[in-house]
């Protein structure tokens, strides 16, 4: 008796421990879906804001090259109001061809001069303000491209939660085949014990 609950109580430790194991096994894998899930939350919530982001770079980038093509156009306004201005002076001066002699004729050809090169002024500065706008407008898409492949970056990889918690290694308890031995060995040994100590049969013979 004293082996049998001996063994019995062996397998319950055993089995105590195991249960004591698998409970925090069970813990840990509760614990790595509600993290897992949290970052997978989070992940969504950011790719939902850098999108928001993009959108915005874009509209800064379209929002600065309209004020470059406004600038643009007020410089080419600007010099369109130069050459009528040339124009006009020299139609102003041009009663100076009516008249005779070479004073008229050099004051006429004056303002002609004049005028070719208000126009050459005008599309001068017209040509380098197109370089200059077209200048700007890339080295805003350069910056807009920078800012929007950092945004992108940000999000380019989903959250790895990495592997689960292992499983524990259970204990296996006591073996029953040393229940077992040790039985059938108080078993052999209370035979003998008996065997000893029973009388013995006496014949005919000894007793004569």
Do not use: C
Not at 126 to 149: G, I, L, P, Q
């Amino acid at each position: 008796m004293q082996q049998v609950a001996g063994h019995a109580a062996e397998a319950g430790a055993a089995r105590g421990r195991n249960n004591a194991k698998l409970k925090n096994y069970h813990r840990q894998n509760q614990e790595y879906n509600v993290l897992a899930n949290l970052d997978n939350v989070q992940y969504l919530n950011d790719v939902q804001e850098q999108e928001i982001d993009q959108d915005a770079t874009y509209q800064a980038m379209m929002d600065q090259w309209s004020d470059t093509d406004a600038q643009l156009k007020s410089i080419f306004a600007e010099n369109d109001f130069a050459i009528e201005d040339a124009i006009v002076k020299m139609h102003e001066d041009s009663y100076a061809g009516t008249q005779t002699g070479a004073t008229a004729g050099r004051r006429a050809g004056k303002s002609a001069i004049a005028l070719g090169r208000a126009k050459t002024r005008a599309l001068h500065n017209k040509m380098f303000a197109v370089d200059e706008a077209n200048r700007a407008k890339s080295k805003t898409h350069r910056a807009a491209t920078r800012d929007s492949y950092k945004l992108f970056n940000e999000v380019r990889f989903a959250p790895i939660h990495g592997f689960r918690p292992a499983a524990p290694e259970l204990e296996a308890g006591p073996s029953k085949a040393g229940l077992v031995l040790g039985l059938a060995g108080t078993a052999l040994k209370g035979y003998k014990q008996w065997d000893a100590n029973r009388a013995k049969t006496v014949t005919t013979e000894e007793a004569n």
